[in-house]
């Protein structure tokens, strides 16, 4: 058979806490910490009335450490309990606050253990109302490294020339390109210039909206334009152009696109088109035998 004995103080068990701690504590109801000087010059934090490694009293100079500090060692808790001061996961920590030669024992949340480590630095996270206790910081927090912006850019492209003409020719469901009368390449999309020779290009051509994939990437990351992930981005040379454009493939399992793949372009709806490269869906197999590449 085993007694229990309760012992209860109504009310609360009143002490009073002598002039070190209670200015250590009028301080906390602040917002600021302190520390006490020992007579070898080293500040305790929290303040003791002697210093434990001589047993000397201190000097009664106290002297306002931190906020921030350095976290020396810690411990990782799961599962909180009903008594601790956070009811999520958190870390008891001993902090060396800036300008301290102590550490003081305090709680730290973190999203995880890995945001810890021996060295980190953190801030105190007060509470709205302190009253002079040391729950009055609530606990801390690592420092702040990022940031999370949401940026959005939004533009508006005023096309012109060779551009203007192109993306024309797209609205009513061509590609337009332009040959060299020298070097006889065709570039697509249209320009006005020939990058290699430097001569002008005063021919356009309609060219087909069949062509094969020269290159291309799988990509695993979301786009709004992709018809799913992971999708793939590719080079295709127009049948009849010199030069590759680049384009969403679609209508077939990503692991299946090849090089030398023939592939046509899939078109919104004529209803639906304006001068934009929007008008191409994507590019989808043929299943025509693929083109060797030279």
Not at 58 to 80: H, K, L, M, N
Not at 228 to 234: G, Y
Not at 247 to 260: F, K, N, T
Request: glycine fraction near 8%; aromatic fraction near 8%; hydrophobic fraction near 40%.
């Amino acid at each position: 058979m085993v007694a229990q004995h309760v012992l209860e103080f109504p009310g609360g068990y009143t002490r009073t806490t002598g002039p070190v701690i209670g200015r250590f504590l009028s301080e906390l109801r602040a917002r600021r910490i302190v520390g006490v000087r020992t007579a070898e010059g080293r500040v305790l934090v929290p303040p003791l009335e002697y210093d434990p490694a001589t047993g000397e009293p201190v000097t009664g100079e106290y002297v306002e450490v931190g906020p921030a500090g350095t976290i020396t060692t810690w411990a990782w808790v799961d599962e909180p309990l009903d008594t601790h001061p956070l009811d999520r996961p958190f870390a008891w920590a001993l902090i060396r606050l800036d300008g301290a030669d102590s550490d003081l024992l305090h709680a730290v949340a973190a999203e995880n253990p890995k945001a810890l480590a021996a060295g980190a630095r953190v801030w105190p996270v007060w509470r709205d109302r302190p009253t002079g206790h040391i729950t009055d910081i609530s606990h801390f927090a690592p420092e702040v490294t990022k940031i999370v912006s949401e940026v959005r850019a939004e533009y508006r492209l005023q096309a012109g020339g060779a551009l203007r003409v192109f993306l024309e020719g797209v609205e009513r469901g061509v590609f337009l390109g332009s040959r060299c009368e020298q070097c006889e390449k065709v570039y697509v999309p249209l320009r006005l210039a020939c990058p290699e020779c430097g001569n002008t290009l005063p021919e356009t051509l309609e060219l087909p909206d069949t062509g094969t994939i020269t290159t291309f990437a799988i990509n695993n990351l979301p786009d709004p334009r992709a018809p799913e992930v992971p999708f793939v981005s590719a080079y295709i040379l127009l049948d009849g152009a010199d030069i590759p454009m680049i384009a969403l493939i679609g209508d077939v399992p990503a692991h299946e696109v090849r090089q030398g793949m023939r592939v046509k372009a899939v078109w919104v709806p004529e209803s639906e088109r304006t001068a934009s490269m929007a008008n191409i869906r994507w590019f989808a197999p043929t299943g025509e035998p693929d083109v060797e590449l030279t």
